[in-house]
């Protein structure tokens, strides 16, 4: 359950959104989930997160391995958009780590009280570098942190 931001051509710039998305829409009623989404993926490329020169600059950021942290920090960077354009869809992308079944019977605030007793391991850390996207509960408490705090908000890369 996901949605991608690509550009096919020099001009054409696309936004994919996979059916699994649409279908918690359409059986929840999470417009808002779906506006957060669509903000964020329409950051990418406002961003130029999808420009050639990002595209052309990815192969010489590998060998240092700072290719996915890069990735984390576009991440957070669309993330924070899309909570100033919809702010209120923000906290109902737990669909996305929970499942389109799942989502609507996650208590919020318990899941944000778990989050303490796995904050900073150093596994979680070494997740954390490993992968191009941020760890769910560390993307799921810096979208909290920006409705609480205003959108200039920044996400941990470790």
Not at 17 to 39: C, G, M, P, T, W
Not at 90 to 105: H, P, Q
Request: hydrophobic share 40%; aromatic share 12%; with cysteine.
């Amino acid at each position: 359950m996901n949605a991608f931001a690509a550009k096919c051509t020099l001009r054409k710039r696309y936004i994919v959104i996979y059916s699994d998305l649409l279908d918690v829409y359409y059986s929840h009623k999470q417009n808002e989930l779906v506006r957060f989404v669509l903000a964020h993926e329409l950051a990418h490329h406002k961003c130029g997160h999808t420009n050639l020169c990002r595209l052309i600059l990815a192969p010489a950021l590998k060998p240092r391995f700072l290719d996915k942290s890069l990735t984390r920090a576009q991440e957070y960077t669309a993330d924070r958009t899309a909570v100033y354009y919809a702010e209120e869809g923000a906290l109902d992308l737990i669909y996305l780590y929970s499942g389109k079944y799942m989502g609507d019977k996650v208590n919020i605030d318990e899941y944000f009280k778990s989050i303490d007793t796995h904050n900073n391991s150093f596994w979680l850390k070494l997740n954390n570098f490993l992968s191009d996207h941020p760890v769910g509960y560390r993307r799921m408490q810096a979208l909290k942190e920006a409705k609480e705090n205003g959108w200039d908000v920044h996400g941990k890369m470790l």
